[in-house]
C-alpha cells in the first residue's frame, strides 16, 4: 500500500507517543520549537471506546488538519474492538494507525501493551483487522517481554506481517526504562528486516537525544527513521535542524526567551484546548521544567509556578522574566 511513509525524508523523525504529553496541545509546541516528520498521538485503548466512547479516551484522539502525517496509536487485546477502533481513527482523518504492544504498564499488560508480546496469535490477528480501516498499519514493540534474546524471534513474527513501519523501543519489558538502550543490537534488528521485509521501515527509539544524535545512529546503521520521546523533555528544540538563534551570543538569552516564548503558546493552547479534553490545570505542571531552565534563578521561578492554579497566574509570573 503506497502511503505517506513512503515520501518521507530519510532518516526520517518522529515525536514518540507519550501518553498525557503528547496531545494536541503538546504536539503543536513542539511542531512550533522545531518539526518531527512524523507524530503519533497518546495511546488509546480500543476496548474501552468501544464500550464507553470517547468519554473513555478522554481527549486522546483530538487533532488538527495542520498535523499531518500523524498517527493514531492504538491498543487493546481484543482484536474485534482493535478493528472498530481503527476504522473509528479512520473516519478522524488519520494518516496511519499504530498498535503498541510494548507499555510495560501493569494496567495495560492485563490485555495490551507489551503482553502482547507474549500472545503472537493475538498480535498477528489485532495487525490484520487493523488494515481493513485502509490505513497503513505499523507497531510500536520492545524487544521482549524478559528476556533481550527473546528479540529475534519476536520481530520475525512481527516483520512477516507487512507492517508499514516498526519501531523498536530497544528494551525489554523487564528492563522498563532502567538500563541504556541496546543500540548495540541495531546492525542485526536490521539485518533480519532486511531478510524477511525490506519494504518496512525501521524506526529505532531508546535514549536518542535529539535530531543529530538520531541522524547518527540512523547513518552509521541505516535505518529509516528514529522515534525521540524523552529528549523533548531535556530539550523542546530536539528536532530542529541546526542552531536555534544564528545570533546567539552564548550567553543563553536567547534561548531562554526562545523557551519562555514556546511556554506563552503552550499556556495558549490548553486554555484554548481545554474545553474539549477537560484537562484540569495541575496537568500542566508537569510542563514547566521543560521552559523553566538553565538559567539563574530558574528553581525559584518553578517552584512559584508550582503554586499556581491557573494559566494567568502563570503568565503573570513568566511575565517578570
Ligand atoms: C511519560 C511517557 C508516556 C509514554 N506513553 C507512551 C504511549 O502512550 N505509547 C507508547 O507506545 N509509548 C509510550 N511511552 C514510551 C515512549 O514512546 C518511548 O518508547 C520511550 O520513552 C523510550 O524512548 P525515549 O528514550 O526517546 O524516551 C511513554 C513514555 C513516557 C516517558
Avoid at 528479540?151 to 530497544?170: E, K, S, V
Avoid at 525489554?172 to 521485509?197: C, F, G, N, W, Y
Wanted: net charge negative; charged share 25%; glycine share 8%.
Amino acid at each position: 500500500m503506497q502511503s505517506f511513509w513512503h515520501e518521507l525524508p530519510r532518516p526520517f523523525f518522529v515525536l514518540a507517543p507519550m501518553e498525557a504529553v503528547t496531545d494536541v496541545v503538546f504536539r503543536h509546541v513542539i511542531a512550533r520549537a522545531g518539526a518531527p516528520d512524523v507524530v503519533y498521538t497518546e495511546f488509546a485503548n480500543a476496548t474501552g471506546w468501544v464500550h464507553a466512547g470517547d468519554r473513555a479516551i478522554a481527549g486522546r484522539l483530538i487533532r488538527e488538519d495542520n498535523e499531518h502525517p500523524i498517527v493514531a496509536q492504538i491498543w487493546g487485546g481484543e482484536p474485534g474492538d482493535m478493528e472498530q477502533f481503527a476504522q473509528h481513527c479512520a473516519t478522524l482523518g488519520y494518516d496511519g494507525i499504530d498498535i503498541n504492544m510494548g507499555c510495560p504498564a501493569k494496567s495495560a499488560v492485563k490485555s495490551g501493551g507489551s503482553a502482547l508480546i507474549r500472545k503472537p496469535d493475538v498480535a498477528i490477528a489485532a495487525i490484520q483487522v487493523a488494515k481493513a480501516a485502509g490505513l497503513p498499519v505499523s507497531v510500536k514493540t520492545r524487544l521482549g517481554y524478559t528476556h533481550v534474546e527473546e528479540w529475534r524471534d519476536w520481530l520475525t513474527t512481527l516483520l512477516r506481517q507487512d507492517l508499514a513501519a516498526l519501531t523498536i523501543h530497544l528494551r525489554t519489558k523487564r528492563e522498563m526504562s532502567k538500563v541504556p538502550a541496546h543500540h548495540e543490537l541495531i546492525p542485526d534488528i536490521r539485518a533480519l528486516r532486511d531478510q524477511i521485509a525490506p519494504d518496512t521501515l525501521l524506526i529505532i527509539n531508546g535514549d536518542i537525544r535529539n535530531r543529530a544524535h538520531g541522524l547518527e545512529l540512523c547513518e552509521r546503521y541505516r535505518v529509516d527513521g528514529a522515534m525521540i520521546g524523552r529528549g523533548i523533555f531535556a530539550d523542546p528544540f530536539a528536532f530542529r535542524a541546526g542552531k536555534l538563534h544564528s545570533d546567539d551570543d552564548g550567553s543563553g538569552e536567547q534561548r531562554k526567551k526562545a523557551l519562555v516564548g514556546l511556554l506563552y503558546y503552550h499556556l495558549e493552547l490548553f486554555d484554548h484546548y481545554q474545553p474539549q479534553t477537560g484537562r484540569p490545570y495541575e496537568t500542566l505542571k508537569r510542563f514547566y521544567k521543560i521552559y523553566i531552565r538553565d538559567f539563574d534563578g530558574a528553581s525559584e521561578v518553578r517552584d512559584q509556578l508550582m503554586h499556581t492554579t491557573s494559566t494567568d497566574e502563570a503568565r503573570q509570573i513568566i511575565a517578570t522574566l
